[in-house]
């Protein structure tokens, strides 16, 4: 490979760079290939390390590559499709649900999810965990805020925790009549829980899917879902199906 000088543009540099190097991914290295080190690939195309390093972060945020611990940085593989809100009318763990429960504890939530729930300050609520699988691989982790009005039956004797306590909240969550759900996406950067969680670096771009329930007129649950930004490709009602490549020439299927 020769070395190959930028040519003054007028968009900025890094920017520039991380076309050059997308080209290069579809050219020159395959899913899973590892990039040489940012000293070498800064003198490559003759730039400053900064300025590798935002157009590698772009590159990052936009799914063609991955850091990786003790590792560094591949080539990714195609983000995989998720669903989400395909089923606009179903509680959190109703049949179908491709959550898998990981715990639930009573605790009180943080100020912004008290404010949604209408709980008093300080008031506990239950916290549920789950993590969500695809193709073998740990995609996303939520956490599902419910007060404890919206499940007033439920007891600590019958699961006092782990999984079977999730499950039982879950449960009796199903009792109540959805009314509607509302929900939000916004790109976010991974705080150190999600990270270990994820098996990413702290910071790593995330999707946050935030989802409210509403039943008797109120907000029953609350959930708040982090995805691998750089792995996840989410889909929403019918457009699973549809494939976005990174060679022009490929159409949409």
Not at 108 to 117: N, R
């Amino acid at each position: 490979m020769g070395t190959t000088q930028l040519e003054s543009v007028p968009e900025p540099k890094y920017w520039h760079l991380k076309t050059v190097l997308s080209e290069a991914l579809d050219s020159e290295f395959s899913v899973g290939e590892i990039l040489p080190n940012e000293r070498d690939l800064a003198a490559r195309f003759g730039v400053a390390r900064a300025t590798l390093r935002q157009a590698l972060e772009q590159l990052e945020l936009e799914g063609r590559l991955q850091r990786r611990r003790g590792v560094g940085t591949t080539v990714a593989p195609p983000r995989v499709g998720v669903a989400v809100g395909t089923e606009q009318h179903a509680w959190p763990g109703a049949a179908g649900d491709a959550w898998q429960p990981v715990d639930s504890e009573q605790a009180a939530p943080p100020a912004a999810v008290a404010a949604t729930l209408e709980t008093g300050a300080g008031q506990t609520v239950h916290t549920v965990r789950r993590t969500r699988m695809s193709h073998g691989q740990r995609v996303a982790t939520e956490l599902l805020y419910i007060p404890a009005a919206a499940v007033p039956d439920l007891t600590a004797i019958d699961a006092p925790s782990g999984p079977a306590r999730a499950r039982a909240v879950l449960r009796e969550l199903q009792h109540l009549a959805l009314e509607g759900q509302d929900r939000s996406v916004e790109l976010g950067s991974a705080r150190a829980d999600d990270a270990r969680e994820l098996d990413r670096l702290p910071g790593s771009p995330v999707l946050v899917v935030t989802t409210r329930f509403v039943a008797e007129g109120r907000t029953a649950a609350l959930s708040v879902a982090t995805y691998r930004a750089d792995t996840c490709r989410l889909t929403f009602g019918d457009s699973a199906g549809v494939e976005i490549h990174h060679d022009p020439e490929r159409q949409a299927s």
